[in-house]
């Protein structure tokens, strides 16, 4: 029984020792991991390298402004949906010139002249098609009926209520 009582320990004082031995292992692999990261510090802040990135893109910028301007300009401007004015008469009144910069010139600007100064007219889309073409489409008004006045004169008035043209007596 002596031998079966030291058997049992020594049994106990192995698994014992195999615990620890893994338990170390696991601490020298662990170690082992942390000892290959390597910690380098952040940069230190250089006004040059962020002066150098802001002219960068400063001159991206620019240069896209420079050549927008420079290579994209109206040089044919095509109109339609017009039948009671010439497209000659249309673009006249839209102030806008061969020459002008396509990306820049104002829509809306010219939409409310033609509108403005063509009383037929009733609404004005613009599009644009690079490298330098403009279009113009025009929706007209209808008459919708002819009001008399006491002194005779004929008023040319849309259905929406729009005063259009006012004719001389006799016409």
């Known amino acids: ?21 893994r338990k170390s292992s696991q601490i020298k692999q662990k170690r082992s991991i942390a000892e290959d990261v390597v ?34 300009k109206v040089e044919t401007v095509v109109v339609s949906g017009n039948e009671k004015y010439s497209a000659e008469a249309i673009l006249e009144a839209s102030g ?25 007219v009733e609404n004005v889309r613009f599009g644009i098609k690079l490298p330098g073409t403009v279009y113009i489409e025009i929706t007209e008004v209808e008459v919708g009926y002819a009001a008399s006045d006491t002194n005779g004169t004929w008023w040319l008035v849309s259905a929406g209520g729009k005063v259009l043209q006012q004719l001389a007596p006799g016409e």
């Open 96 to 120: 806008i010139q061969v020459g002008d910069k396509l990306l820049t010139f104002s829509r809306a600007k010219a939409g409310g002249k033609i509108i403005g100064k063509l009383p037929f």
């Open 1 to 21: 029984r002596a031998k079966q009582g030291s058997a049992k320990t020594a049994d106990r004082a192995d698994t014992k020792r195999q615990t620890q031995r």
């Open 39 to 72: 910690y380098l510090p952040p940069k230190p802040f250089s006004r040059k390298r962020l002066l150098l990135r802001l002219a960068t893109v400063v001159a991206v910028v620019f240069a896209l402004v420079f050549s927008v301007s420079i290579f994209f």
